[in-house]
């Protein structure tokens, strides 16, 4: 299997970058996974609606270019579906199955998803009905996708 995680910005903190190259070091067993940066968009603290509406609209053209047209798009939004390990682990092995071998994972910037990746998403996920720093949300999801192939695999892993 193929995965790519897009998200916007770069990762700053040394401890998130640690914490997911041990990942991605343990992932490289499992299945190919890349991570993909779009550069965010500069904006004040203070924006309009309309304005925040442009910022995601140019980071979502980002994101769109890097998505490969045969990708399953799953999309971390608040207002998606919540999913045990288990069921997401289910859902990537039923993605293989079928012949999906090819899935992104979309992380957007602090300001979210625009309508149109949201609409090019395959499915919407959410992790919380809490709200996570965008560059969290990488490790959070790298250690899922791990935790994933662990069950998928039969592997024993700390609950």
Do not use: C
């Not at 079928?98 to 979210?112: E, H, M, P």
């Not at 990746?117 to 969290?136: D, G």
Request: glycine share 6%; hydrophobic share 40%; aromatic share 6%.
């Amino acid at each position: 299997m193929n995965i790519s995680i897009i998200t916007v910005g770069k990762l700053k903190e040394k401890y998130l970058k640690q914490g997911i190259d041990e990942y991605l070091k343990r992932l490289s067993a499992y299945a190919k996974i890349e991570i993909i940066e779009v550069p965010d968009e500069k904006a004040p603290e203070e924006l309009s609606e309309t304005e925040m509406v442009q910022v995601k609209q140019k980071e979502g053209e980002r994101i769109l270019s890097k998505i490969h047209p045969d990708a399953h798009v799953i999309a971390l939004a608040i207002e998606g579906k919540m999913k045990t390990s288990e069921e997401l682990a289910d859902g990537l092995d039923k993605l293989a199955t079928y012949g999906k071998s090819k899935v992104t994972f979309v992380i957007g910037g602090s300001l979210g998803l625009s309508s149109e990746v949201l609409q090019r998403a395959s499915e919407k996920l959410s992790f919380s009905k809490m709200t996570f720093p965008h560059q969290l949300m990488r490790l959070i999801l790298v250690e899922q996708v791990y935790r994933a192939f662990r069950i998928l695999r039969g592997e024993p892993y700390h609950k």
